[in-house]
C-alpha cells in the first residue's frame, strides 16, 4: 500500500506538469506571432507599397485619355487642347503624389531592402525623362500626327510595364507583376487599336488595371517593399 501511494504521489505532478508545458508552448507561439505581425506592419509603415501611386495614375488614364478619346471627334482645336491640359494636370499630380512616396521609403532604416527600393523608385522618374526625351527627339524628325499620337502614351505605357514587371520580381509581388504583364498588352493592343481608339484603350484597360491593382493593394491589408527581417 505504501509503495503504491509513493509510486502515485511521484507520477502525479508529472500528469500536472503536462497542461502547463502545452500552455507554455501556445503562449510562445501567440507571442511569436504578435512579434512577427509587428515587424510586418513596421515595415509597411516605414516601406510603403505602391497602392496610392497605382491609384492616381489609374485615375489619370482613365479620365485624361477618357478625354481625349471623347474629344477626337469633335471640330476645333479647343476640346483637344482642353483634353490634353487635363491629362497634363492629372500627370502632374499623380507625378506629386509618386514623389512623395517615395520620399518616405526607409527614414532611419538601413539595408540591403532598403537601399534596394530606394534605388527602384529613383528608376521611374529617370526612365520616364529619357522615353520623354527619346520621343521629342522622334518628334523633331517629321514623324506624323497620327504616328506621334501612338507613339508617346505607348512608348510611357511600355516603359512603365517593364518597371512594374521589375518590381514584381525586386519585391516579391505577384500582383505588380501580373500588372506588367497586362501593361505590355494594353501597349501593344493600343498602338493595334490606331488613333483615336487607342485613347480609349488606355483608359479603360489600362486605367481600369491600374484602379483594379490598387484596390486590390488596398483591400489585401499593408505591404511592404523590404524584407520584415532587416527591421
Known amino acids: 500500500m505504501k ?17 502547463i508545458g502545452e500552455a507554455t508552448e501556445q503562449s510562445a507561439r501567440h507571442a511569436l506571432t504578435l512579434v512577427d505581425e ?14 496610392p501611386i497605382l491609384a492616381a495614375w ?27 491640359l487635363v491629362l497634363a494636370a492629372l500627370g502632374v499630380l499623380a507625378s506629386a503624389v509618386a514623389v512623395a512616396r517615395m520620399t518616405q521609403l526607409g527614414r532611419g532604416v538601413e539595408g540591403p ?3 534596394s527600393a530606394v534605388m527602384f523608385s529613383w528608376c521611374w522618374p529617370a526612365t520616364l525623362v529619357g522615353v520623354f526625351a527619346f520621343d521629342l527627339g ?28 521589375a518590381a514584381g520580381v525586386l519585391f516579391g509581388d505577384r500582383a505588380q507583376f501580373g500588372l506588367g504583364l497586362w501593361s505590355l498588352a494594353v501597349a501593344a493592343a493600343s498602338t493595334f ?11 479603360l484597360a489600362g486605367g481600369a488595371g491600374l484602379l483594379v491593382a490598387a484596390a486590390f493593394g488596398f483591400l489585401g491589408g ?10
Open 58 to 84: 489609374g485615375c489619370t488614364y482613365l479620365v485624361g485619355f477618357g478625354g481625349l478619346w471623347l474629344s477626337a471627334g469633335r471640330q476645333g482645336a479647343f476640346a483637344t487642347w482642353g483634353a490634353v
Open 113 to 115: 531592402s532598403r537601399r
Open 193 to 203: 487599336a490606331g488613333r483615336p481608339a487607342n485613347f480609349a484603350v488606355l483608359a
Open 3 to 19: 509503495y503504491n501511494q509513493f509510486v502515485d504521489n511521484s507520477e502525479r505532478p508529472t500528469s500536472q506538469n503536462a497542461p
Open 222 to 231: 499593408p505591404s511592404a517593399h523590404v524584407a520584415p527581417d532587416e527591421l
Open 38 to 51: 509587428q515587424r510586418r506592419l513596421t515595415a509597411a509603415s516605414l516601406f510603403p507599397g505602391p497602392t
Open 138 to 165: 522622334l518628334s523633331r524628325h517629321g514623324m506624323r500626327e497620327a504616328a506621334l499620337s501612338l507613339l508617346w502614351p505607348g512608348s510611357f505605357l511600355l516603359v512603365v510595364a517593364v518597371l512594374f514587371l
